[in-house]
């Protein structure tokens, strides 16, 4: 690697080699075309005047790569010539060799800065071409040296993601490049009246408080790309929580313009200066000092060999500055912080004048205090990371770990698209784990313990705990810039205090988490009193700075007002306390948790109590007792403590809690989803949720040679309403399935491969939408190898299935009637098949015909449709009272059924052929099918058993599914 202005011989071979051989192929045209021509069959005349035209182009062909090559080497230029920078950097290593560079490499933008083929070379932006486009003159040689040492610490500084205090084991490689992981923030920003963004917004985990509302703006704007903002302001105030990637972003914009790519940004060169206020402070607290001069003092005392006042001067003089202030949150005092703002305002004021641009963060509750009100200094309030940004985060993430241990192969592609599925659903599947995943550091965290073997999101009790011991232990390493190294708190002697501070601020505050200062200290006063301290207000005192000053896990969020770093530790911390109440006895965990039941806020805390004492402190028996006596006594709403201790048992099986235990618990979930004496529409449907994760017992629904039948007989009944309804007569006796196809019955299905047998699939084939293994609906962009996956809960195992078409229903019953005749779980001549209309209608209506299935009015008790608030498919069997006269349940509501009748007026047909033409399989794929039955989203209009809907075969929905009937009578 060569310094500047030196020969780069590696860039010039591939241009050498192409010019010495078109000059070896001019030279030797007359000896090498004429024998060529010959052998194509040419005349010798044409030969000649080829061989001097060729020779000609040849000729020009090496002036031409001769003059490209003198053109490239006189035009390299640091701020490009209109093509667009790349923002990626790359580390290549070779021969004990470390380099850092964009894309576009030495030759067009770079220059190497220090070091030798032993050393570490860093490729930054041409400082010759930086000043000489700032300052439109010829740049000083010693400035040009300077800056390049300049440039190259804070590349060398910034370009790696910093971990210190993460927890990290050698497992995880620590060299991640900042430019490849960043993820973009957004932003908000206070907008006029009218323009009012109406989501509610979160704040480390939980609604925004009045407090943070009002600072950050009662009128907020739709987020917007935090760089957008940057590009339209001369100085920007970024607000935001701890750990919501402030700092991180401000490293972003300095390593970029320090490499030379701020154009990637839309940001023009200028020279990045990226210093913390808290240092300021310290420094005005001891005298006055001018913010230049500051900045150039804490660079020297960092180790920048070159001054860095002249840079700085000759930057801002020529409005080539960038001046990045972090953490206005740090200075703690707020007459202090006042005094900073109003030197930076000052500052501000005169250096933008010049074209110089700014970059402030602070936290959110306590700026309004020392808002300023300075011309061109705008502000925003970063949002928490929402589904897209945590989505893009994993996937950097992962294809980065695994690039990092095993290179760039296929084996580390696979690896890390299987450890991206993992995390992604460890936080798209628990509310808390997500919750966590909205805080850039905290999901940080979260992918670090993850990649270290911790199970998610199940044991998120070990997961809390893990967050716990790292932030108590180190994490101020990790926060912000120049912060000292400070002293570590013993972590179970500190959680004995926190975790009973934590159960009263939920308590005193639940859902918001913020406590005064003087309340605070009181509450660790008592704590400290009961833990028999001599000094309790001394000890109280001191835990309360060392914490707020040293952990970072419990904060000064306003002026004299604390909450948690996140929501969720209090919420664990608080679960740790009501554990400890049980050591001596499980009566005041029991009678803490019933108090509670039915509480949203207290619903994580009460999962966690239970995780805390089974996987944590590993009393499996202790957490098994109070469950099962929760499940005895039922405390709050019917059903609730049932549900509450499915879910729990949920998050720590294996282990947390006893098998006993978990059977106990099962039986009373089944217990309860069947209960509509008693529990609500709603509460039964949680429960046929929970049982579904736990294990459904019930062999009827999830094993296909369990499936229950009722009969249906034969004979007269009246079909339709009104003046559409008439008399219809089935002239034999069938079976239809009690509930609908489950997502468990058709997985079966297309395990066995289902998909792939072409006999199954006939009228598909036929209709342009099957090939083997794959079936294309109406709205699917690509083939699938199953029905639409929704997600939980529609895709549970003891839910109807849905997602699925007419074709792809006809094709499960051809396979079940293969299955079923094979294992004689029905008569050998007879046919599984989707219900006729009439065979739907009469199972639903019964011989009486009556409007539901329950009786001739509606009833939210006995069908899961609007009226009853459920919002998705529900777990077959909910409904008990809601059955037909001959036993079939969920005919009304939960999801439409697919039937095997093409859809036409009424009546319906009783002669042989009008009966065919109606149930003809292969007719015209631009006939509609009927669907019956009304789903979880429709009125009760939809629930009557007259009711009918028509799709198109190919049509899927995420509340079709579809029944089944046996007979021997074969339409």
């Known amino acids: 690697m060569t310094g500047l202005g030196e020969f780069d011989v590696k860039k010039w071979v591939p241009l050498a080699v192409i010019l010495v051989v078109l000059v070896a192929l001019a030279a030797t045209v007359p000896w090498w075309l004429p024998p060529l021509m010959k052998f194509a069959g040419a005349h010798s005349d044409e030969i000649g005047g080829m061989t001097g035209l060729v020779q000609l182009v040849l000729w020009i062909g090496a002036a031409v790569a001769g003059g490209i090559g003198w053109w490239r080497g006189a035009n390299k230029d640091v701020l490009g010539s209109g093509q667009p920078a790349s923002t990626k950097v790359t580390t290549i290593q070779a021969e004990n060799q470390s380099i850092v560079a964009a894309d576009h490499g030495v030759a067009a933008k770079q220059v190497a800065v220090g070091g030798d083929m032993h050393g570490d070379v860093i490729l930054v932006a041409n400082p010759e071409l930086l000043w000489n486009h700032l300052r439109k003159e010829k740049t000083p040689a010693e400035l040009q040296e300077a800056t390049k040492e300049y440039l190259k610490h804070v590349v060398d500084r910034y370009r790696y993601l910093d971990f210190r205090g993460m927890g990290v084991t050698d497992r995880v490689p620590l060299r991640l490049p900042l430019i490849e992981m960043y993820v973009p923030l957004k932003a908000r920003i206070e907008v006029p009246k009218g323009e009012t963004w109406a989501r509610e917004l979160k704040v480390a985990g939980r609604q925004a408080s009045e407090a943070e509302m009002e600072s950050m703006g009662e009128r907020l704007s739709e987020p ?173 993430w992962t294809a980065a770990l695994e690039r990092a241990a095993r290179g760039s192969t296929p084996v580390a592609a696979q690896e890390a698209a299987k450890e991206r599925e993992e995390l992604l659903t460890a936080v798209e599947h628990n509310a808390g784990v ?35 011991q790292t932030l108590l232990n180190q994490w101020n390493l990790v926060r912000g810039l120049g912060r000292p190294t400070t002293p570590t708190l013993e972590v179970a002697k500190t959680v004995k205090i926190l975790a009973p501070l934590a159960l009263w601020m939920h308590e005193t505050s639940p859902g918001v988490g ?111 007792a109070v469950l099962l006596e929760l499940v005895q006594s039922q405390p709050g709403e019917p059903g609730q403590a049932v549900i509450l201790a499915g879910e729990a048992v949920h998050d720590v099986w294996p282990g947390g809690v006893t098998p006993k235990c978990r059977a106990a618990v099962i039986q009373a979930l089944g217990q309860v989803m069947k209960n509509d004496q008693k529990v609500k529409p709603v509460k039964r449907a949680a429960s046929g949720r929970v049982l579904a994760k736990l294990g459904d017992p019930r062999q009827e629904v999830v094993d296909l040679k369990k499936i229950e039948w009722r009969d249906i007989p034969q004979g007269l009944f009246k079909m339709g309403e009104e003046k559409k309804s008439f008399e219809y007569h089935i002239r034999y006796a069938y079976k239809m399935s009690r509930y609908p196809i489950t997502n468990a019955q058709y997985q079966a299905f297309v395990e066995a491969g289902g998909y792939k047998t072409k006999d199954f699939w006939q009228e598909a084939k036929a209709a342009g939408v099957w090939s083997v293994g794959q079936v294309k609906g109406r709205f699917d962009d690509y083939p699938r190898e199953g029905p639409y996956d929704r997600g939980e809960p529609f895709n549970l195992p003891n839910h109807p299935v849905v997602g699925v078409s007419w074709y792809e229903a006809l094709a499960f019953t051809r396979w079940l009637t293969d299955r079923i005749q094979a294992e004689k779980v029905l008569p050998r001549d007879w046919e599984v098949r989707l219900p006729s209309e009439p065979e739907w209608e009469k199972a639903g209506r019964g011989p009486d015909s009556r409007k539901y299935p329950w009786g001739n009015e509606p009833d939210p008790n006995c069908a899961n449709y609007d009226q009853t608030e459920i919002g998705t498919t529900s777990a077959v069997g909910c409904f008990p009272g809601g059955a037909s006269p001959y036993g079939v349940e969920d005919m009304s509501g939960n999801v439409w059924e697919w039937t095997r009748s093409v859809y036409a007026d009424y009546p319906y047909p009783e002669d042989e052929k009008g009966c065919q033409e109606r149930e003809h399989l292969a007719a015209s794929k631009d006939k509609s099918r009927v669907l019956r039955g009304g789903a979880f989203g429709n009125s009760d209009l939809s629930m009557r058993g007259a009711c009918r809907n028509d799709y198109h075969p190919n049509f899927w929905y995420y509340h079709f599914g579809f029944r089944v009937v046996a007979s021997p009578f074969l339409l």
């Open 224 to 396: 917007r790309a935090v760089l957008e903002l940057l590009q339209k302001h001369d100085g920007l105030i970024i607000l935001g929580d701890p750990g919501a990637g402030k700092t991180t972003f401000m490293k972003y914009i300095a390593l970029h313009l320090a490499l030379g790519q701020g154009e990637a940004l839309g940001l023009e060169p200028r020279l990045p200066f990226l210093v913390p206020l808290s240092a300021y402070a310290n420094v005005l607290a001891n005298g006055e000092m001018p913010l230049d001069r500051f900045i150039a003092d804490y660079y020297r005392e960092r180790g920048v060999s070159h001054a860095i006042g002249p840079i700085l001067e000759e930057a801002l003089k020529h409005g080539g500055a960038w001046l990045l202030l972090d953490g206005l949150d740090e200075v703690r005092d707020a007459g202090q912080r006042r005094v900073v703002v109003d030197r930076v305002c000052d500052f501000f004021t005169a250096q933008r004048q010049r074209g110089n641009k700014f970059l402030l963060t602070s936290r959110i509750v306590g700026y309004k205090e020392i808002r300023p009100a300075v011309e061109g200094l705008g502000e925003c309030t970063l949002v928490d990371f929402e589904k897209e940004e945590t989505t893009l985060f994993v996937e950097k």
């Open 434 to 468: 997500r919750r966590l995943a909205s805080n850039p550091l905290l999901l940080t965290i979260l992918a670090l313990m993850k990649r270290q073997g911790v199970t998610l999101p199940e044991r998120r009790a070990e997961l809390y705990q893990n967050y716990i």
């Open 514 to 624: 913020l406590v005064k200062q003087e309340e605070l200290r009181r509450k660790l006063e008592a704590i400290f009193a009961d833990r028999q301290e001599s000094d309790s207000q001394q000890a109280a005192d001191q835990f309360l700075a060392d914490v707020r000053d040293h952990a970072g896990l419990l904060l000064e969020r306003g002026t004299r007002e604390y909450g948690f770093l996140h929501l969720t530790f209090q919420e664990y911390l608080a679960a740790v306390a009501l554990a400890q109440q049980g050591q001596q006895g499980i009566e005041p965990v029991v009678r803490m948790l019933g108090e509670h039941l039915g509480d949203d806020s207290w619903h994580e805390v009460s999962l966690l109590t239970i995780g805390y004492l089974g996987i944590v402190q590993q009393r499996e028996e202790a957490a098994a």
